[in-house]
């Protein structure tokens, strides 16, 4: 079936590190991958996304390359802020079967300390 | 509005009762889809409409789960006999077309606590 394995956090960092999150999936067929955010008392949003193999999605700084040989979609930033404390959920969508309900990752909770 | 609404924010019941969740989605958005978020994890998939038709409706955990969207628009997840293993945010997306494609913009969510 399908699914999405991301690390686990929680991850805290300082201002301007590089950061990584980690997201690998299992799929039938050729999914589209996402990235979407939820920051402290808000609802999800959708970060970035990318459709096909060899894709980056970028947004806001974050940069994540769908990688087919390895079934990842890391994110990456290269210099993050406070602002940037959320929480990160990697997700998939395949157009068979249930017309693109999304399967998310556990999520991944991002501290930035100034 | 401008976003995907979701009334109430809170909702607590004590088990055993009925609830009914409303979800108002971005207008002319062909989908709508409810997800189930425990604590600590990512959104599970609930059910899909494509306008008023009910497509799927696989992650509902019991037939005590039911939802529906009579003009297309609006949606109702209705939970009786509530439980506490029903304790959980509830979240409501919507997309402008349909396929796996399409970003999904996501209501604030009703939290469910369950006493």
């Known amino acids: 079936g399908n699914s999405v394995t991301q690390m686990e956090g929680p991850v805290t960092l300082s201002e301007e590190a590089f950061l990584t999150i980690n997201c690998t999936y299992t799929a039938t067929g050729y999914p589209s991958l996402f990235w979407y955010v939820q920051y402290p008392g808000e609802g999800l949003q959708l970060l970035l996304k990318a459709t096909k193999a060899d894709d980056k999605g970028s947004n806001k700084g974050f940069e994540a390359t769908y990688r087919k040989e390895t079934t990842s979609f890391h994110l990456e930033k290269g210099s993050v802020q406070v602002s940037d404390s959320a929480v990160y959920f990697c997700?998939?969508?395949?157009?068979?079967?249930?017309?693109?309900?999304?399967?998310f990752g556990k999520g991944t909770k991002l501290s930035v300390k100034p | 509005g401008a976003g995907v609404s979701q009334s109430p924010r809170y909702k607590v019941a004590k088990r055993g009762q009925d609830v009914a969740l409303r979800c108002d989605p971005i207008?002319?958005?062909?989908?709508l889809f409810w997800y189930q978020q425990a604590l600590g994890q990512g959104p599970e998939f609930l059910t899909y409409?494509?306008?008023?038709?009910?497509?799927?409706k696989s992650g509902l955990p019991s037939d005590r789960f039911f939802a529906e969207r009579p003009e297309g628009s609006v949606s109702t997840l209705k939970i009786q006999r509530t439980q506490q293993e029903d304790s959980a945010v509830y979240l409501c997306?919507?997309?402008?077309?349909?396929?796996?494609?399409?970003?999904?913009?996501f209501g604030d969510g009703t939290r469910l606590s369950i006493l």
């Open positions: 997306a919507s997309s402008i077309g349909q396929g796996g494609g399409q970003p999904q913009h």
């Open positions: 207008s002319g958005h062909v989908s």
């Open positions: 409409f494509q306008n008023e038709a009910q497509l799927d």
């Open positions: 997700a998939l969508s395949n157009y068979g079967g249930s017309q693109g309900n999304l399967i």
